[in-house]
Structure formats: C-alpha cells, structure tokens
C-alpha cells in the first residue's frame, strides 16, 4: 500500500535551517509529482511546495518563496524539503503527498493515505 514516511523536524531557533525527507512507497515514484504540506495547530492543512516527476520544476507557497527548496532523488524515492530563515510562522506538522494521476502538478489528486508527518518548531 502507499505510505509516506517523514523525518528531520526538530526544534530550532528563528532563522535556523531544516532539512526534512519524505520515504515514499507504494507507488511509481518517479512517475508522481510529490508535494510538502504543512499545518500548523488550528489551521487548515496547506500546499507548501510541489516538484514536478522529473524535477525539473518546482512551484512553492508565497509564504516560503525563497527560503524553502524542494528536491527528489527518484533512485531512493525520496522527497526533500531544504528550510532555511526559518521563522515561527513556519511551526506546524509537515507532510507529503503524490500525485497520483501523473508528473505534473497543474491538477493534484492527492492519496487518501498520509504519514505521521515530521514536527516543525521555530522558536527563541
């Protein structure tokens, strides 16, 4: 079955950096778009960034435009997150997902299955 496996969050100070990975299984890796998501406590889960099957494009959330940097590596079908000048803003629960109708990322169907998700906290 599809399961996705996060790790690499921690705690961390504001302005610090996180790299997170995602383990994927389950699925043709290499066929799927992967996103990050993120939600934070009493907020709505949220796209955070999307990279294309062959990685060559990648889409992120205003939010963290220019300070995050997603990655794959299909020979290990594993999904990365570089997090850099972090802030509290950015504490939440992170996600991953596939597209599980292709490469691309104009449309997103998402699996019903989702992991345990790694733990995020910026904070002094």
């Known amino acids: 079955q599809v399961q996705f496996v996060e790790s690499g969050g921690g705690l961390v100070q504001p302005g610090g950096s996180l790299r997170l990975s995602c383990a994927a299984s389950?699925?043709?890796?290499?066929?799927?778009?992967m996103c990050w998501y993120r939600q934070a406590p009493g907020k709505e889960r949220e796209l955070v960034a999307v990279?294309?099957?062959?990685?060559?494009?990648?889409h992120y959330a205003d939010s963290v435009k220019s300070r995050f940097t997603i990655s794959r590596d299909n020979a290990k079908n594993t999904v990365y997150l570089q997090m850099n000048s972090l802030k509290p803003e950015d504490t939440a629960v992170y996600y991953c997902?596939?597209?599980?109708?292709?490469?691309?990322?104009?449309?997103?169907?998402?699996?019903?299955?989702w992991g345990q998700g790694t733990q995020v906290t910026v904070s002094s």
């Open positions: 389950g699925f043709t890796f290499s066929s799927s778009a």
């Open positions: 990279i294309t099957s062959t990685g060559r494009s990648t």
């Open positions: 997902n596939a597209n599980k109708i292709g490469g691309y990322y104009s449309t997103l169907v998402l699996y019903d299955s």
